[in-house]
């Protein structure tokens, strides 16, 4: 099979399109999972013994079973009991939920190593503990975990990619149906992967400068 | 135990009655009788794991008790009145009665992300509410007042030790607590930087409302600012009075050879 151009030019811009939805699911899916894992590491840290088990059963159960399984449960699951929503919809909670419980784990060692000082001196000034999250512990353990959610961020934009198993027409699935509409899958598929590469690069050198700023601020 | 009435017979603000705690096995405090009145100064000695720290951080609620009363101007800490009966206190209550008390720790534990004043004026404005400005204008003076008036924009990283202690003993003193407590504060600190540190608490001891209660291994430092001395051994009181007579003619054997150990080294 040889490379040809002009189709390639040809596919170019519907492929161009499909990415804005994969942008769209990398940066929504993100979004939540930085919220979810977030709130996932507090409620391992609860005082209720009940709570923190169910937590950390659920983010173990959510880690050790294939996101690809997780889309199809939400996907054909959900509207079982009633709650339908678009493939995109889906593929952003399944993305969210399943990075957000490997993101929690995250958080989590950031947490643990702001030393206990910290809130005791704020507990000293009494601080109530929502404020002490969000003014003394937060501040801490945030900055230093950055470099770890840059990864999760690369890998969950790789993971967009398992969205074309539940319909959702990003890069990859329509790679996949134009590939079989003409038999070429070589360009289409090429451009994919060079969208990807790109992104992944921006992504990471984004988050760098992200964290080089955070960073001076709390030095 | 040989003990005397109280010097000052004001009202009491901190008042221990049979105050049990335990780690485990191990009674940190057994039985322990307490009353330190309005105004007083009082140094806890004793060896390392006495129970002395452990009697300031009851105090500031961060060490619940196993046993006992707690009263904080005669009103109890760890419990709540109800119908005649003590109960367990809520956070609410914890919160309500945490406005009386500041501690100044070992360690600083300033906030790193901040700056000094950020640290001043953090409980202010987040805590009591108050406008930015009246609470800069606070910190700065309080900063002034502990000799950091340059310091004010410097993050804790910045600061020598001395510093830092400064700084959060003005972080303390920035929610005007009637208690103020030194958990060993100069313990951490190189000995050069200590005289500036106990300096700032010489001039607190001057402040005649100002209850402290401090746990120090510097044996004429609490000797020149106390009113009183307890010696604790073993999560008990072995022996208290006046800072002359425990220091310099101590009754009690362990008392005498505790301070020949301390005064030696």
Redesign the interface.
Known sequence: MIWDWEYAIDVLPALAEASLVTLAATFWGFFFALIIGLVLALLRRSQIWLIRASTGFFVEFVRSTPLLVQLYLLYFGLPQIGITMTPFTVGVIGLAVHVGAYISEVYRAGLDNV?A??L??????????Y?RMM??IL??AIPPIIPALDNYLVLMFKDTSLLSAIAVVEMLQLAKILGSESFRFLEPMTIVGVFFIVMSLLAASGIRYVEARVGR??? | MATETPIADGEPIIRFDKVRKCFGDHNVLDQLDLVVTRGEKLAIIGPSGSGKSTILRILMTLEPIDGGVVEIAGEPLWHLRRNGSLVPADEKHLRRMRRHIGMVFQHFNLFPHMTALGNVTAALTHVLKMPKKEAEERGVQLLHRVGLADKLNSRPSQLSGGQQQRVAIARALAMRPSIMMFDEATSALDPELVGEVLNVMRDLAHEHDLTMVIVTHQMGFAGEICDRVSFIDSGRIVEEGPPDRVLKQPREQRTQSFLRAVLDS
Do not use: K
């Open positions: 030393p000082g910290q005791e001196a704020a507990t000293a000034l009494n601080f109530d503990s404020r003014f003394i501040p801490q601020g709390s030095t």
